[in-house]
């Protein structure tokens, strides 16, 4: 064979010896930096933390603006909130919404926060589409005509956004109630 001949063998031999080198190390890299997708039998969720549950929240927009429904002096939105899964998520909301320390939600006013030093929240009972529900204490924080009837406004409201609630009857201390001072 000529030594020319020898040559163009030699380097198509090295071309593809270099080839198949590259090949195989481009292979490698690709499997070693991707991950297989894992296959579940069931989606996961995007927008739910495990052991949470999705309940709202009533707060009081006191200028009027938003599109709320009227109660009272103000306007009533329901804001969502995150509880832990439960077979109550009346009282899931209820105890949400008396924990809550801050006057202020979401941009919005929450009565409850002015009253929880002495008014509590201690249980609530579903019985034929009325939501009975016990609090403790004393209403406080009231400064004026348009105060009279927020706590009930915001108990009531987050109560009858379930469908099994209809009603609400209040007790404080065991009594009926309607919570506003101007009716007792």
């Known amino acids: ?39 579940t039998s069931t989606p996961p969720r995007a927008t739910t933390t495990p052991g949470t549950a999705s309940v709202k929240i009533a707060v009081l927009d006191t ?34 919404l008396f924990s809550l320390s801050t006057t202020t939600v979401s941009g919005y006013f929450n009565f409850i926060a002015r009253t929880n030093a002495t008014l509590k929240f201690s249980r609530a009972e579903i019985q034929s589409g009325t939501a009975h529900i016990y609090l403790t204490g004393s209403l ?12 009930s406004i915001q108990i009531e409201e987050t109560a009858l ?13 065991n009594a009926t109630t309607t919570l506003v001072p101007s009716q007792q």
Not at 2 to 21: N, Y
Not at 74 to 88: M, P
Not at 140 to 151: F, I, T
Not at 161 to 173: A, G, I
């Open 1 to 39: 064979m000529e030594p020319r001949a020898q040559s163009i063998i030699f380097v198509v031999i090295l071309l593809l010896v270099l080839g198949f080198g590259g090949w195989w190390w481009y292979t490698k890299s690709e499997t070693a930096t991707s991950t297989p997708p894992i296959a």
């Open 63 to 96: 200028s009027g603006t938003s599109n709320g429904k009227p109660r009272g002096c103000d306007k009533v939105l329901l804001i969502e909130t995150r509880v832990a899964t439960t077979t109550a998520p009346l009282t899931s909301a209820l105890q949400h």
């Open 161 to 173: 956004q379930f469908s099994t609630v209809q009603r609400v009857q209040l007790y404080l201390n």
């Open 140 to 151: 406080s924080g009231l400064a004026g005509v348009c105060d009279d009837p927020r706590a």
